[in-house]
Protein backbone atom coordinates (compact mmCIF):
# COMPACT_ATOMS: atom_id res chain seq x y z
CA UNK A 1 0.00 0.00 0.00
CA UNK A 2 2.80 2.42 0.46
CA UNK A 3 3.62 2.26 -3.08
CA UNK A 4 -0.32 3.13 -4.21
CA UNK A 5 0.08 6.32 -1.27
CA UNK A 6 3.07 7.54 -3.18
CA UNK A 7 2.21 6.83 -6.81
CA UNK A 8 -0.95 8.81 -5.37
CA UNK A 9 1.41 11.51 -3.81
CA UNK A 10 3.48 12.14 -6.98
CA UNK A 11 0.42 12.20 -9.55
CA UNK A 12 -1.47 15.17 -6.97
CA UNK A 13 2.39 16.68 -7.00
CA UNK A 14 1.78 16.41 -11.19
CA UNK A 15 -1.30 17.88 -11.32
CA UNK A 16 -0.49 20.79 -8.98
CA UNK A 17 2.44 21.66 -11.15
CA UNK A 18 0.58 21.42 -14.28
CA UNK A 19 -2.01 23.96 -12.55
CA UNK A 20 1.01 26.42 -11.83
CA UNK A 21 2.77 25.72 -14.81
CA UNK A 22 -0.78 27.39 -16.67
CA UNK A 23 -1.14 29.76 -14.49
CA UNK A 24 2.34 30.81 -14.76
CA UNK A 25 1.94 30.31 -18.41
CA UNK A 26 -1.17 32.58 -18.45
CA UNK A 27 1.09 34.83 -16.35
CA UNK A 28 3.78 35.54 -19.05
CA UNK A 29 1.48 35.59 -22.16
CA UNK A 30 -0.10 39.04 -19.29
CA UNK A 31 3.57 40.11 -19.11
CA UNK A 32 4.71 39.89 -22.38
CA UNK A 33 1.40 41.97 -23.75
CA UNK A 34 1.85 44.50 -21.18
CA UNK A 35 5.70 44.81 -22.00
CA UNK A 36 4.92 44.88 -25.74
CA UNK A 37 2.69 47.97 -24.65
CA UNK A 38 5.24 50.03 -22.75
CA UNK A 39 7.88 49.54 -25.10
CA UNK A 40 5.00 51.11 -27.57
CA UNK A 41 4.74 53.73 -25.58
CA UNK A 42 7.98 54.27 -24.87
CA UNK A 43 8.74 54.82 -28.51
CA UNK A 44 6.24 57.41 -28.42
CA UNK A 45 7.14 59.34 -25.67
CA UNK A 46 10.49 59.44 -27.18
CA UNK A 47 9.89 60.45 -30.46
CA UNK A 48 7.82 63.42 -28.62
CA UNK A 49 10.97 63.92 -26.39
CA UNK A 50 13.06 64.55 -29.53
CA UNK A 51 10.43 67.03 -31.10
CA UNK A 52 10.19 68.74 -27.79
CA UNK A 53 14.46 68.91 -27.57
CA UNK A 54 14.38 70.13 -31.57
CA UNK A 55 12.13 72.85 -30.84
CA UNK A 56 13.95 73.58 -28.06
CA UNK A 57 17.25 74.27 -30.33
CA UNK A 58 15.05 76.01 -32.64
CA UNK A 59 14.11 78.47 -29.82
CA UNK A 60 17.27 78.89 -28.48
CA UNK A 61 19.15 79.41 -31.85
CA UNK A 62 16.13 82.15 -32.31
CA UNK A 63 16.61 83.85 -28.74
CA UNK A 64 20.48 83.97 -29.87
CA UNK A 65 19.78 85.79 -32.82
CA UNK A 66 17.39 88.43 -31.11
CA UNK A 67 20.10 88.50 -28.79
CA UNK A 68 22.75 89.50 -30.98
CA UNK A 69 20.47 91.62 -32.65
CA UNK A 70 19.41 93.65 -30.01
CA UNK A 71 23.06 93.54 -28.72
CA UNK A 72 24.10 95.40 -32.59
CA UNK A 73 21.36 98.21 -31.92
CA UNK A 74 22.29 98.95 -28.90
CA UNK A 75 25.89 99.50 -29.85
CA UNK A 76 25.17 101.36 -33.05
CA UNK A 77 22.51 103.21 -30.50
CA UNK A 78 25.31 104.04 -28.63
CA UNK A 79 28.29 105.27 -31.47
CA UNK A 80 25.34 107.21 -33.11
CA UNK A 81 24.54 108.87 -29.68
CA UNK A 82 28.66 109.30 -28.79
CA UNK A 83 28.43 111.03 -32.63
CA UNK A 84 25.84 113.29 -31.27
CA UNK A 85 27.71 114.56 -28.03
CA UNK A 86 30.58 115.15 -30.17
CA UNK A 87 30.09 117.07 -33.21
CA UNK A 88 33.54 118.38 -33.19
CA UNK A 89 34.68 115.16 -34.40
CA UNK A 90 32.69 114.80 -37.08
CA UNK A 91 35.08 117.14 -39.24
CA UNK A 92 37.81 115.49 -38.55
CA UNK A 93 39.02 117.48 -35.92
CA UNK A 94 40.50 116.56 -32.63
CA UNK A 95 38.85 118.11 -29.59
CA UNK A 96 40.99 121.12 -28.65
CA UNK A 97 41.77 122.13 -25.09
CA UNK A 98 43.17 125.05 -23.24
CA UNK A 99 46.53 124.25 -21.76
CA UNK A 100 46.74 120.77 -23.42
CA UNK A 101 44.55 117.68 -22.49
CA UNK A 102 45.83 116.96 -19.11
CA UNK A 103 43.51 120.29 -18.13
CA UNK A 104 40.76 119.18 -20.25
CA UNK A 105 38.20 118.59 -17.21
CA UNK A 106 38.75 121.87 -16.17
Same mark, same amino acid.
Do not use: W
Given at each position: ??????? +??????? &??????????? &????????? *??????? *???????????? +??????????????? +??????????????????????????????????????
Amino acid at each position: MNIVNEM +SSVLTEV &ESLRAENKILR &EAKIVADFE *NDQLRRR *NALLQEQCNSHM +SGKVRLKTILDQAGQ +SLVNGINQFNSEERLKEQPELIGGEAPRYLNGPENAAA
